[in-house]
């Protein structure tokens, strides 16, 4: 019997044929973002050349593809959320073919202003990546949305009731439990009073980041007595009269968690006390503001979660032929293990 040793062509042939990397062929038989028009077609053809691909398989990669993708983010005072727009926007305007990126504002804590963003944004792109709110009105526009064929990705605040396709961002509970944990072995007094701050019940993870930090103070440091939570909205005027407020009323004060955003107001209260350096206080998102909190003194941790991941990770979603959720690794910061500030 005769064998015929027929060797089957490789991404390397492909590589070789179209004059690229074996990085950017893998980028365009797996349909990732990234890759110019004409690069794409090249890549293509030396796939067919080659014998990789047939024509028709050629026809299924250049045909509808999730390419339009918009980020809708809540409007507000929390510099974490700004930041991370501000980061989307500058890398949408180097998204290449095939992926067009934008992202917008919207009115923060509003399930209604969510809502009609949604159907507005919806109906011109193939992919909405949000952080969602909790409310029927937007699992039903969820589930349009995903009837109509499109792709819904929740982002840092999760709607899992709903037919989301993928939810990207942190374990909320287990942050709130990790805040607990240090907060508690922070302070060392023998009895004393901690403050919730939060911004609204309107988004889960803030619902999921309180219930873990009640669970665990209870189970591990029931000498600790928790009040609130004082809603303050992601505004730093708010919360920075609602912390002079509790500053006033109790003496007894030894830690502060913030599950929302805006944390400077906390600190500048803190600050004009002169209590900062007998009062456990941490928050979320490492941004300029608490980076400044945790150098001076007047911040103990931070809890993030790095923009590049969720954007990273939210694109792969958007433009791959897998969907899946994928938790984000969750970051803890101090004073002394901040990360260097790119120039």
């Not at 794409?40 to 050349?49: C, G, N, S, T, Y």
Request: hydrophobic share 40%; charged share 25%.
């Amino acid at each position: 019997m005769m064998v015929f040793d027929v060797k089957r062509p490789l991404i390397p042939d492909i590589a070789m044929a179209a004059g690229v990397s074996t990085a950017t062929v893998d980028r365009v038989l797996n349909r990732r973002p990234g890759v110019r028009k004409v690069t794409l077609h090249r890549v293509l053809e030396a796939a067919v050349k080659v014998g990789y691909l047939g024509e028709e398989e050629v026809k299924v990669r250049l045909g509808p593809a999730f390419s339009k993708v918009v980020f809708l983010l809540p409007q507000g005072t929390n510099p974490y959320l700004t930041g991370l727009n501000t980061y989307v926007r500058a890398l949408a305007e180097q998204s290449v073919e095939p992926l067009k990126v934008r992202s917008h504002f919207i009115e923060s804590f509003n399930p209604e202003a969510l809502v009609q963003a949604l159907r507005r944004y919806g109906k011109t792109s193939d992919v909405v990546i949000f952080m969602a709110i909790e409310h029927p009105k937007v699992r039903q526009v969820i589930d349009e949305l995903v009837n109509a064929g499109k792709r819904v990705v929740t982002i840092i605040s999760d709607l899992p009731t709903s037919n989301r396709h993928a939810y990207i961002g942190i374990d909320n509970f287990a942050a709130g439990r990790t805040a607990a944990k240090v907060m508690g072995r922070f302070c060392r007094a023998p009895q004393g009073k901690l403050a919730l701050v939060a911004a609204s019940r309107a988004y889960r993870a803030h619902m999921e980041r309180e219930m873990g930090f009640l669970a665990l103070i209870e189970e591990s440091f029931p000498h600790l007595t928790v009040i609130g939570p004082h809603e303050g909205h992601d505004n730093r005027d708010e919360n920075y009269n609602n912390t002079r407020q509790l500053l006033d009323q109790h003496s007894d004060l030894v830690g502060i968690y913030n599950v929302g955003g805006s944390s400077d107001g906390i600190g500048r209260a803190l600050r004009e006390s002169g209590r900062a350096d007998n009062i456990c206080f941490i928050g979320h998102g490492l941004t300029p503001d608490t980076r400044k909190m945790l150098i001076e003194g007047n911040m103990d941790m931070v809890i993030t979660q790095n923009p590049t991941a969720i954007y990273t990770r939210a694109i792969e979603v958007a433009s791959g032929e897998k969907i899946d959720s994928g938790a984000v690794s969750m970051e803890i910061y101090f004073s002394e293990n901040l990360p260097i500030v790119s120039p």
